[in-house]
């Protein structure tokens, strides 16, 4: 986490830039306008968008799907998914590259609000944060850190070249699944905080999310998982014509 590729720098960067702005210079009503306007508010796609005019239209419905994950609910929530993005997502940028990591983010937290969407439809509370991400970035280091050749644990480097694990090998590595265990047992027990009342605020519908997503897309986005191109034939040089007056005459 201390040797930063420089595109988690800039998210990181972009994110807590923006939790300053709403901190420190943007008005109340400006910080309103942000929040209708890019984060994700599953109320947008209710009987409510028919009555209220919500900033974007239908492109704003749809640009939402990634944009939450850039906005926080305070410094809090910044700096901790900051931090976690310097580990996990330094991870998956150093096995794939920034271009594929771009790909991941979009799919990953377009996850998270799908799920969270599809959970609290109709709701007014807007979704914020990276979570969804990063926990899909978990759920895809799990697929190669305990995949090092012989089964062994290869390290959260993201620069080993052994092809990732499929489900079917993940799910016969105790060592990765105990990592996914964990998460999965943290997730639900801030999930039951969030259900039961507990004053946490905590999108585990889109942790949930982002973590399937991530699993999933992993090996399609990953160089070194990639099945092999099969070489094309080489091409036949067409059989060369005797001139003329080379035929035999018969």
């Known amino acids: 986490m201390f040797n930063l590729p420089t595109s988690v720098m800039v998210l990181a960067g972009i994110m807590l830039a923006i939790q300053a702005a709403q901190s420190f210079f943007l008005s109340f009503d400006q910080r309103e306008w942000l929040i209708l306007s890019f984060s994700f508010l599953p109320v947008r796609y209710g009987a409510a968008a028919q009555v209220f005019s919500f900033p974007g239209g239908v ?29 996990f997502a330094t ?20 996850a998270g609000a799908l799920v969270h969407l599809v959970i609290h439809f109709g709701s007014q509370a807007p979704l914020v944060g990276v979570s969804a991400v990063l926990s899909g970035a978990m759920a895809a280091s799990a697929r190669f850190a305990f995949n090092g050749g012989m089964g062994g644990f290869s390290g959260l480097q993201g620069v080993n070249r052994y092809p990732c694990l499929s489900l079917k090998g993940l799910r016969r590595n ?33 942790h949930l999310g982002g973590f399937i997503a991530g699993l999933l897309i992993f090996p399609y986005l990953d160089p070194y998982s990639r099945p092999p191109r099969k070489p094309k034939p080489p091409k036949k040089d067409p059989p060369k014509k005797r001139p003329d007056h080379l035929k035999v005459i018969k």
């Open 91 to 110: 991870v998956i940028v150093r096995r794939i590259g920034n271009f594929n990591f771009a790909i991941f983010f979009v799919i990953t937290a377009a």
């Open 174 to 206: 105790p060592q990765a699944m105990g990592f996914l265990g964990i998460w999965l047992v943290l997730n639900l027990v801030f999930g039951m905080f969030s259900i039961l009342g507990g004053g946490a605020t905590i999108a585990w519908e889109a």
């Open 59 to 87: 492109l704003g419905d749809i640009w939402t799907f990634v944009t939450y994950a850039f906005l926080h609910g305070g410094w809090m929530h910044v700096i901790l998914n900051v931090v976690w993005m310097m580990i």
